[in-house]
């Protein structure tokens, strides 16, 4: 059995500034049934960011891409997020549960002590555009009763930052509006950040979080005025910590993720879809799964 450990965390602590302490550049690779996507966190280069596990974007027109989808699959012990941009995907469990992600959408899985799931396109051409970041559990929680959490497009508020930006709030507080997923242990703030060319904005985040920020569209320069990085599409920058991170559009403008978690420090056993503390919790997971008790 191949089991790896690994923990990440980001830079140290630059008063209340963040910083751009590491760049990342996402890698081509392929996941379900054979859909291609680009590895961004969860790779060799970034294995974890504690207490994040992966980031994958997924995003083709060419159907060959995506239509095998993500057959049935098990999880055990942490979270997984999806955020489609474009597209339509289809999920259902072994507890009978469906629904269907549209363009906007959102859907944020506990796993907990263990599910079986899917995601299947619901369409057979055009765009796929999405994003799927796997969030761990402190182990008092990883054991919990699955849930979802499916949030339509509508029910993600938007908040004008000034100067044409505009965030999508799926998770946490910004300028006083807080999005609509909850109870989460982590504490995460999850904005999906547009700006237009030449506009700048500041985006608060709990000082102590540890965060990345994903540029998907155009570039965007982050940190302080006077030292700003500027990170180009299908780049990730790991924060340092800080209460204030300043964005500003590259030429041509920007879109990118912010994302920030309440650190778990403690051990990361993980063997493909189970993520626990201890391999001999591994091992009761995969013995639990082929017994059917998912």
Same mark, same amino acid.
């Given at each position: 059995m191949?089991?790896a450990?690994?923990t990440?965390a $980001? +830079?140290?602590?630059t008063?209340t500034?963040?910083?751009?302490s590491?760049r990342?550049?996402?890698?081509a690779?392929?996941?379900?049934?054979g859909?291609?996507?680009? /590895?961004?966190?969860?790779g060799?280069?970034?294995?974890d960011l504690?207490?994040f596990?992966l980031l994958? *974007?997924? &995003?083709s027109?060419?159907?060959?891409?995506?239509?095998?989808?993500? !057959?049935?699959? !098990?999880?055990?012990?942490?979270?997984?997020?999806?955020? @489609?941009?474009?597209?339509?995907? /289809?999920?259902?469990?072994?507890q %009978?549960?469906?629904?269907?992600?549209?363009a906007?959408s959102?859907?944020?899985?506990?796993?907990?002590r263990?599910?079986?799931h899917?995601? @299947?396109? *619901?369409q057979?051409?055009?765009?796929?555009? +999405?994003?799927?970041?796997?969030?761990?559990? $402190?182990? =008092?929680?990883?054991m919990?009763?699955?849930?979802?959490?499916d949030?339509?497009?509508?029910?993600? #508020? =938007?908040?004008d930052l000034g100067?044409g930006?505009?965030?999508?709030?799926?998770? %946490?507080r910004l300028?006083d509006?807080?999005?609509p997923?909850h109870?989460?242990?982590?504490?995460?703030?999850?904005?999906?950040?547009?700006l237009?060319?030449g506009?700048?904005a500041d985006v608060?985040? $709990?000082?102590d979080?540890h965060?990345?920020?994903?540029v998907f569209e155009g570039?965007v320069?982050?940190g302080?005025?006077e030292?700003p990085? *500027?990170?180009?599409?299908? *780049?990730?920058?790991?924060?340092?910590?800080? =209460?204030?991170?300043r964005l500003?559009?590259? #030429?041509?403008?920007?879109?990118?993720?912010?994302?920030a978690?309440?650190?778990?420090?403690?051990?990361?056993? &993980?063997?493909g879809?189970?993520?626990?503390?201890t391999?001999d919790?591994?091992?009761e997971?995969i =013995?639990d799964?082929?017994? %059917?008790?998912?």
């Amino acid at each position: 059995m191949a089991i790896a450990q690994a923990t990440q965390a $980001p +830079g140290s602590e630059t008063g209340t500034r963040r910083v751009v302490s590491r760049r990342i550049r996402g890698r081509a690779t392929s996941d379900g049934a054979g859909v291609r996507l680009t /590895r961004v966190i969860g790779g060799l280069d970034l294995p974890d960011l504690d207490p994040f596990l992966l980031l994958d *974007e997924f &995003r083709s027109d060419d159907p060959g891409d995506y239509l095998a989808g993500f !057959p049935d699959h !098990p999880h055990r012990g942490f979270e997984t997020v999806t955020y @489609m941009l474009a597209g339509r995907m /289809r999920h259902g469990d072994n507890q %009978g549960n469906t629904g269907l992600l549209r363009a906007g959408s959102v859907q944020w899985m506990t796993a907990g002590r263990g599910i079986v799931h899917s995601e @299947m396109p *619901e369409q057979e051409d055009g765009l796929m555009w +999405g994003f799927q970041l796997w969030v761990n559990l $402190p182990r =008092e929680h990883k054991m919990a009763t699955p849930r979802y959490q499916d949030i339509a497009p509508e029910r993600i #508020p =938007e908040v004008d930052l000034g100067s044409g930006v505009r965030a999508r709030v799926i998770a %946490g507080r910004l300028r006083d509006i807080e999005g609509p997923v909850h109870g989460i242990a982590t504490e995460p703030h999850y904005f999906d950040v547009a700006l237009p060319a030449g506009a700048a904005a500041d985006v608060a985040l $709990p000082r102590d979080h540890h965060a990345f920020a994903y540029v998907f569209e155009g570039s965007v320069r982050i940190g302080p005025a006077e030292s700003p990085v *500027e990170i180009p599409r299908g *780049e990730l920058g790991v924060l340092s910590s800080g =209460e204030q991170l300043r964005l500003a559009a590259g #030429p041509d403008g920007g879109r990118l993720l912010v994302v920030a978690g309440r650190p778990l420090a403690e051990p990361i056993v &993980r063997y493909g879809p189970f993520v626990m503390n201890t391999r001999d919790q591994i091992r009761e997971a995969i =013995e639990d799964y082929s017994q %059917g008790r998912f």
